[in-house]
Each structure stands twice: as structure tokens, then as C-alpha cells.
């Protein structure tokens, strides 16, 4: 059951992504969303660390204009191997290149998170690392998985929530919900010290 704290400001959630949505609702609180309209592309020479931290401020910011007294949540997440960004796969073709470029190899995530509260213009950002080390795929086993999950909007090409983890060797980080897309426990610290006490 979600509840809305009586003194907290309403709480928004910048993104449209369905993922997010199922990982904020864990914490029980009432929420909105609203899509952001920004420019993802990357600097020049900006590192994936610094790409996501200014996109999640700026995805919040987007968001903030419509709702100038609200606390809002901005997220953004990359995929990397070897330090080169790789971004959602968009078909099978791209997911099968993807696969096989991780198989039997770690997958860093970097994910940056903000919650803005649009009222005080106060701002906590921040970026939240998540490694995966895959095991080795063969070429009937990437294919198996693809079939039954199609995760072709996912950075990675793969659902962890889901039959993705079978693709995996071990998990490295504090956080199972920051590989979905939302750290939640870094989330709520920032929420906590907005005055929303969760739980």
C-alpha cells in the first residue's frame, strides 16, 4: 500500500521507464512520474561516471519546471566493457553482438541518481557503480535466452530481475536494484535526509 507522508512535498519520479516505476514502488511511498525531454548524447571525452551523474541532475531539472515544489528523482544508467560505453542493443542483431562481446567478461554499470527538491533547489547527485561477470556463452545459449526474454531495451541485453541471471557468474555490488536502473538504498538516504523517513 503506498502512502503519502503528510509533511513531505510530493514525490516525482523523472522517467517513464517501467523498470524504475516497479523498483520505486518497493518503498511504499506515493509517487508520479513525468518524462524528461533532454539531450543524452555524450561530451566529448566525458567518462561514463561523469555522463551519468550530469544526465540523472538533468533529467531531474527537465522535470522540475512542472512541478516547482516537489522532490524529483533523476536517473540514468551505462553499460560498460573496457571502459567503452555500449548502449540498449534496440534488436536481436545488436543483442547477439553484445552478448558475445561480454560472454566470459566483467560488465561495469555506472548509475547516477538526483533527487531535486525543486522548492529549496537543493541537490543530491551522485554514481553508483554495479559490476557483472559473465560466464562463458556459447552461440545456442545466448540465443535460448534472447528468445525467451528479448531484452533489446536493456543496456546489456539482459533482464537480472529475470532469466538474465543465468548469464551470470557472480555480482559485484551493494545494490541489486542500482543493475535494474534504481539504487534504492542510496536513494533513500537522499530521501531521509529531504525529511522522508522511509520506512
Not at 525531454?37 to 550530469?54: F, N
Not at 551493494?174 to 536513494?187: E, K
Amino acid at each position: 500500500m503506498q502512502q503519502q507522508r503528510e509533511s513531505s512535498p510530493p514525490l516525482v519520479l523523472a522517467s517513464t521507464s517501467p523498470f524504475r516505476k516497479t523498483i520505486l514502488e518497493k518503498l511504499g511511498i506515493a509517487f508520479s512520474t513525468s518524462a524528461p525531454s533532454i539531450d543524452e548524447t555524450p561530451l566529448p571525452g566525458e567518462s561514463a561516471q561523469k555522463l551519468v551523474m550530469r544526465l540523472s541532475l538533468q533529467k531531474a531539472q527537465a522535470v522540475a519546471k512542472a512541478f516547482p515544489a516537489a522532490l524529483i528523482i533523476g536517473s540514468d544508467q551505462v553499460a560498460c566493457i573496457d571502459e567503452q560505453i555500449i548502449g540498449k542493443p534496440g534488436d536481436r542483431e545488436g543483442a547477439v553482438k553484445q552478448l558475445k562481446a561480454a560472454s566470459g567478461r566483467r560488465v561495469d554499470f555506472y548509475t547516477g541518481l538526483c533527487l531535486l527538491n525543486s522548492a529549496t533547489g537543493r541537490q543530491q547527485t551522485l554514481c553508483e557503480p554495479f559490476t557483472v561477470h559473465f560466464r562463458r556463452l556459447r552461440q545456442d545459449q545466448l540465443e535460448r535466452y534472447l528468445d525467451a526474454e528479448k531484452p533489446y531495451n536493456c543496456a546489456g541485453s539482459f533482464k537480472s530481475e529475470g532469466l538474465g541471471i543465468s548469464l551470470f557468474k557472480r555480482l559485484q555490488g551493494d545494490d541489486p536494484n542500482t543493475l535494474i536502473g534504481l539504487p534504492l538504498i542510496r536513494l533513500v538516504e537522499m530521501l531521509n535526509t529531504e525529511g522522508v523517513q522511509v520506512p
